[in-house]
């Protein structure tokens, strides 16, 4: 996990690692779609989670949808919303 996460996503992540793990991945690169800057050597230089809490840092919020018990969708923006998703059933 060092080589990717900021080490206060590393402490919240041990907390409950499995979904954490995924949301803080999937946060991480909505991230840097948000920003234009790819998945590099920076990508372990930032945080997405702030004193011990996943909301989001540094003026930009992380949307966790509610999607489905075994993923993860996070919308990045500057600011914060409740969002609804409406799913179709896949066969």
């Known amino acids: 996990m060092k080589r990717f996460f900021y080490s206060s996503d590393t402490c ?17 690169e909505a991230f840097v779609k ?6 590099d050597d920076s990508f372990s230089m930032f ?21 489905s ?3 993860c969708l996070c919308i990045c923006s500057d600011v914060s919303a409740e969002i609804e998703t409406e799913f179709a059933e896949l066969l």
């Open 34 to 39: 948000y920003t234009g800057r790819g998945i």
């Open 47 to 67: 945080k997405v989670i702030p004193e011990g809490a996943f909301y989001g840092c540094d003026g930009v919020f992380y949307n966790v949808v509610p999607f």
């Open 12 to 28: 919240w992540i041990k907390e409950d690692i499995v979904p954490r793990f995924f949301t803080v991945w999937c946060a991480k």
């Open 69 to 71: 018990e075994d993923y």
